[in-house]
């Protein structure tokens, strides 16, 4: 993991404040930083059968979706993350090379018209072998779920889960920002990024790969594993498609500069509800299930929260943005910057909040001796300058932004298989506003 | 023969002295002004000043079961300084001292790490995370991977321009599966600046609502915490600690399981294990005259699960969570009447009983703030316990 965070490309201020002005001199827009995913209309998923591994070296078996219309069919959890438009009518075409047959429900989709397989209780099923096809039209933007409707509660257990995105179609992103969420100016947003927050029973799946299915009683389901975009602990920091995680592709980390616009779309799977908590900021949860928090005159209904329930088969989005507002002292220092206050105080430019600048810490920080450092502790208190550390400390955070954890409350569940720290955590970071954050 | 045993009396004294005086010099407290009282207000009305020690101790529960625990104490305006890692010691408290500032104060919060007096193998730092304080910065949040951490023997003081107001909560952030269970919880509110005006017949507010909908005549913190004495008595025991095992069976309000949390006592919690040492401080005994506008301030940081509170015979109307004003951008209330809140860790919500909706009554009246997570009413094996308290209310 060391390498995959060193290799985000260092930058001192010197260097920052040279890329900030060729910014401004030739007008390069930073791309999109929009949630990775494939997009529509159509899609051909293969389930088929694979193992992931946790933070703690365990292999774990799994059964999954993967994106059938690569060249290279792979496993992958959770499953691909369906990227569609408002209006489309959207086609998945799923074959299945499980021994057990397997289907996918949409939940928040209206008429989806299965055709071919064979009947199942919730929609029509792939039976081993053989294929299904389901067809909706995406009426409503928003964070959807989609899972397996056969055997639900051993195979979205299992890894048949995925996360839908449809994207509004009923209006021009504002320049500026990379999208909105709905169909409303106030859910757009800099950047979005996915916590699908899952748990594992590793029990259930040795039973499954022992041909043992039968033994499995979820009565006595005991999750030890808690994984968020199917990662857990600090493997979740990695970027999308680290090469020592081949078959969970998904990143959680999330990273912004000051002042950005920042949608999460939460998504609950499996069985537990969680408490995510996000350091940094309270949040507004803006819609829940893809339909946006209005009353019937528009009236805004959104909610601000520091922890936000996921429950199972739930999706929530919620806007978070970090300011630094109030903090009482330079976010960056008091080494030489200037700070131009907007009509808002904020600086435009450096999304500065000038009644701080140049403030001191206030309080003095004892000796290096007495003090334990965090591997993702800059060395200072500020952004984007990194403070000396004693030999040894700190490393993964060499833009020094600020690292925020954003993670399950219900506490247990930052550990995996009996370890602590690991399972359902991840991090935001607040970068300095020059510092290139990854499109996807 | 005498006077040999003195000397040897007298060097052995010398080197304790000498000693005490190298390992002690690192406590320290940052205070731009003089401390006036215990509370920590200082010279300077807007600016105040908490020392709290982090470190390890016992606490008993309702049936009498002495659990060890890892806790803060509230050392603030003790003096000297050095001493205090002596009177500190095995004084974890359950809850954490209970945090209350003002909105727009400036708040110099010092910790003081005392090594484990019971696990002299540990040198675990210990962290404050103000739990929601919004626009953190991470050198003050306590999230040890991100952030720093005091090492016993020394200090670190917190800075805060306390933000906006609301029932936050605070709590050590090492190892935080681990420190959390062991008891590094407690409750941490906000007043707002619209406290002492005369807004719809009160004085003191939940929030800035500039129309007097959250007043209140008295408050009570309400925090859920719950305790899986197995892995105290591993963690007493110097033995791997079950986190995957965790399964709390001491559901807790304010540190205490009925009905202790009905004892008006504030030095519960004593044992030999502790030197006596009350280690529980806070009774949630909830006592209010008939038409008193009563504010609860619940919050959960519980370490396993969700838990559901109710108060089955008086409504409660949820105005704020998460230290938010229920209200709309655009101004409208977003109240509403329930007699359940379910909270995770990490959760608040403020909510108020009106003591009147009950009618003029002649004699006190008893009701019952209890989980309907019916298995948790209970002290480990001791039925008729757990996660309860009551509320009285005199005509």
């Known amino acids: ?440 | 023969m005498n006077k040999a045993r003195l000397i040897i009396l007298f060097s052995l004294l010398a080197v304790l002295i000498l000693g005490m005086a190298i390992s002690e010099a690192a406590v320290s407290v940052q205070c731009p002004y003089t401390i006036i009282d215990d509370q920590g207000n200082t010279a300077n009305p807007n600016v105040i000043c908490k020392h709290i020690t982090g470190s390890d101790g016992f606490a008993t529960m309702a049936d009498g079961r002495v659990l060890y625990t890892f806790g803060f104490s509230d050392v603030t305006n003790q003096l000297p300084l050095d001493q205090i890692l002596v009177t500190a010691e095995l004084d974890a408290r359950i809850p954490a001292p209970l945090i209350k500032v003002k909105e727009g104060q400036e708040f110099y919060l010092t910790l003081t790490t005392l090594p484990m007096s019971m696990r002299p193998d540990l040198f675990d730092p210990h962290t404050v995370h103000w739990h929601g304080f919004p626009n953190a910065a991470t050198v003050f949040d306590g999230e040890p991977m991100a952030s720093i951490a005091i090492n016993p023997n020394a200090s670190l003081t917190y800075y805060y321009q306390v933000p906006g107001p609301g029932t936050y909560m605070y709590h050590c952030h090492v190892e935080a599966t681990e420190h959390m269970q062991m008891g590094m919880l407690g409750t941490l509110y906000v007043t707002p600046l619209q406290d002492g005006q005369l807004l719809n017949g009160f004085t003191q507010f939940a929030y800035n609502d500039e129309d007097g909908s959250t007043g209140y005549t008295k408050d009570y913190p309400i925090q859920i915490t719950s305790i899986d004495p197995l892995f105290h008595d591993a963690n007493l025991n110097v033995q791997p600690l079950p986190f995957a095992a965790m399964e709390d069976t001491y559901p807790l309000i304010n540190g205490r399981g009925y009905p202790d949390t009905i004892n008006p006592s504030t030095t519960l919690g004593t044992s030999a294990e502790n030197n006596f040492k009350p280690s529980q401080n806070l009774p949630s005994l909830i006592e209010a005259q008939w038409g008193d506008m009563l504010l609860l301030r619940i919050s959960s940081l519980a370490t396993v699960r969700f838990y559901t509170l109710i108060s089955p015979n008086l409504p409660m109307k949820v105005v704020g969570k998460d230290a938010m004003l229920l209200r709309g951008t655009a101004g409208h209330d977003l109240y509403y009447e329930t007699n359940s809140i379910t909270l995770g860790g990490g959760q608040s919500a403020d909510v108020l009983i009106d003591t009147s909706v009950i009618g003029p009554i002649a004699a006190p009246q008893r009701f019952f703030l209890y989980t309907s997570n019916l298995n948790e009413l209970s002290n480990d094996q001791e039925d008729f316990g757990g996660m309860m308290t009551e509320i009285v209310i005199s005509p």
């Not at chain 1, 007008?27 to 159509?42: F, L, M, N, R």
């Not at chain 1, 209780?121 to 389901?134: F, I, N, W």
């Not at chain 1, 907007?342 to 600086?347: A, E």
Request: charge should be negative.
């Open chain 1, 1 to 440: 993991m060391r390498e995959e965070i060193m290799m985000i490309k260092k930058i001192n201020i010197m260097e920052a404040l040279v890329i900030l002005a060729l910014v401004f001199l030739f007008g390069v827009q930073q791309a999109d930083a929009k949630i990775y995913g494939i997009s529509g209309p159509t899609f051909n998923l293969r389930a088929m059968k694979g193992n992931i591994i946790a933070d703690d070296g365990k292999s774990i078996f799994m059964w999954g979706f993967a994106n059938a219309s690569t060249a290279r069919v792979r496993f992958q959890y959770p499953g691909p993350t369906l990227i569609v438009n408002q209006g489309q009518t959207v086609t998945v075409n799923l074959t299945n090379t499980l021994p057990v047959p397997v289907s996918i429900v949409f939940p928040g989709q209206n008429n989806v018209n299965a055709v071919g397989g064979v009947p199942g209780m919730l929609t029509r099923e792939a039976p081993p072998g053989g294929s299904v096809s389901y067809t909706f039209a995406a009426s409503e933007p928003g964070t959807y779920i989609y899972y397996s409707g056969t055997r639900p509660e051993l195979q979205v257990e299992m890894g048949l889960l995925g996360a839908l995105i449809v994207r509004p179609a009923a209006i021009t992103t504002p320049a500026g920002f990379a999208g909105c969420a709905y169909n409303t100016v106030d859910s757009c947003y800099h950047r979005e990024y996915l916590q699908l927050l899952t748990d594992i029973d590793h029990t259930i799946h040795d039973l499954v790969l022992l041909n043992k299915t039968a033994n499995v009683d979820n009565t006595i389901a005991y999750p030890v594993y808690w994984f968020i975009n199917g990662r857990a602990g600090l493997d979740t920091v990695a970027k999308n498609f680290a090469p020592y995680l081949p078959y969970q592709p998904y990143s959680a980390m999330a990273r912004m500069h000051p002042g950005e616009k920042i949608l999460v779309r939460m998504i609950g799977g499996v069985r537990d509800l969680h408490p995510h908590h996000m350091h940094g900021n309270q949040h507004y949860v803006i819609a829940r299930d893809g339909r946006i928090l209005k009353g019937p005159a528009g009236e805004d209904l959104s909610e601000g929260l520091f922890t936000t329930t996921v429950a199972p088969g739930q999706t929530t989005d919620a806007l978070f943005t970090w300011t630094g507002e109030n903090i009482g002292w330079d976010i960056y220092g008091t080494t030489s910057h200037t700070c131009n206050p907007g009509p808002d105080n904020f600086d435009p430019v450096t999304k500065e909040y000038c009644p701080n600048h140049g403030k001191p810490l206030p309080v003095g920080l004892p000796d290096q001796n007495d003090l334990t450092f965090g591997i993702f502790y800059s060395g200072s208190p500020y952004i984007g300058s990194p403070g000396a550390l004693p030999p040894g400390e700190g490393g993964l955070n060499p833009t020094a932004g600020l690292f925020f954890m954003w993670h399950s409350h219900n506490e247990k569940e930052l550990t995996t298989n009996n370890i602590f720290p690991g399972g359902m955590m991840t991090w935001a970071s607040v970068e300095y506003p020059s510092v290139i954050l990854p499109a996807e």
